[in-house]
């Protein structure tokens, strides 16, 4: 793999690095797929009992990569689908690895990036980061991740953020639900390390049953929630707002509707 990395020690944490921080991890098609592979894989090794997910360089993930994103212009409708749904297939097998996930959030935060910080059991982030749900700014919406953003923060919290593209501090990404806790940078490891000690005293097939029946008894998210996300936002990538969203964001200019050229 040459955007994901997965480190793993004699304790059976497995760390799984989000490795294209030259780009601030934003998500192509490439990493959206060895980060499924990498999720499938540490899914079926029983000797993982915790999984920390984590980024390298100062950015945890700016989101969807533009240039994947513009590219799916030039596709049809059923085509573009099955690439946006590249997203959706990701924070999926994440959402369904059967062992504790535990994010490390040490930067920013944006769009696919709040998705998943949201398909994570426990987030702990710094202190001096920023998180949004920016893609109405480029005429799209938060669809492929939406199931799994509403899950985690809930209905109300997530009306707050959800369609004005705000972008939020470490403190509001608390109260809202993403983060359980807030630290210092130089505090993060250590903080991570504490949410990730007690699973190691406790019976991995217990813990694991046990994070099977809370997703049970929450409901969890189900496959006709995110089928309709994908529809969503196929649906919205047809429109004037996206393609005029999009090329403004290219071209450096102003959208229309924040004012114009």
């Not at 020690?9 to 294209?20: F, H």
């Not at 994103?69 to 573009?80: K, P, Y």
Request: one cysteine or more; aromatic letters at 6%.
């Amino acid at each position: 793999m040459d955007l994901i990395r997965v480190d793993r020690d004699g304790r059976g944490v497995a760390t799984l690095w989000l490795a294209r921080a030259e780009k601030h991890n934003a998500l192509s098609a490439q990493m959206m797929t060895e980060l499924q592979d990498a999720a499938q894989a540490l899914a079926r090794d029983d000797s993982v009992r915790v999984v920390v997910l984590a980024a390298e360089g100062r950015s945890f993930c700016a989101g969807g990569d533009l240039g994947w994103m513009q590219a799916q212009f030039a596709m049809d409708r059923a085509t573009r689908r099955a690439e946006s749904a590249r997203i959706a297939h990701a924070l999926g097998a994440l959402y369904a690895l059967p062992q504790p996930l535990i994010a490390r959030v040490q930067g920013n935060a944006f769009g696919g990036g709040v998705g998943l910080v949201s398909v994570c059991d426990v987030a702990v982030g710094a202190d001096s980061l920023k998180m949004g749900l920016t893609e109405v700014k480029l005429g799209l919406i938060p669809a492929n991740i939406g199931p799994y953003v509403v899950a985690r923060m809930g209905a109300v919290n997530a009306a707050e953020v959800f369609m004005n593209a705000r972008l939020f501090g470490a403190g509001d990404a608390r109260r809202l639900g993403l983060l359980n806790r807030v630290v210092a940078a130089d505090a993060l490891d250590a903080a991570v390390e504490d949410e990730v000690t007690p699973y190691l005293s406790c019976a991995p097939g217990a813990v694991r049953d046990g994070k099977a029946l809370l997703r049970r008894l929450s409901g969890g998210v189900d496959a006709d929630a995110v089928d309709a996300a994908t529809d969503a936002l196929a649906d919205r990538w047809e429109t004037d707002e996206a393609r005029a969203g999009i090329a403004a964001f290219f071209d450096k200019r102003t959208a229309p509707w924040a004012g114009g050229d």
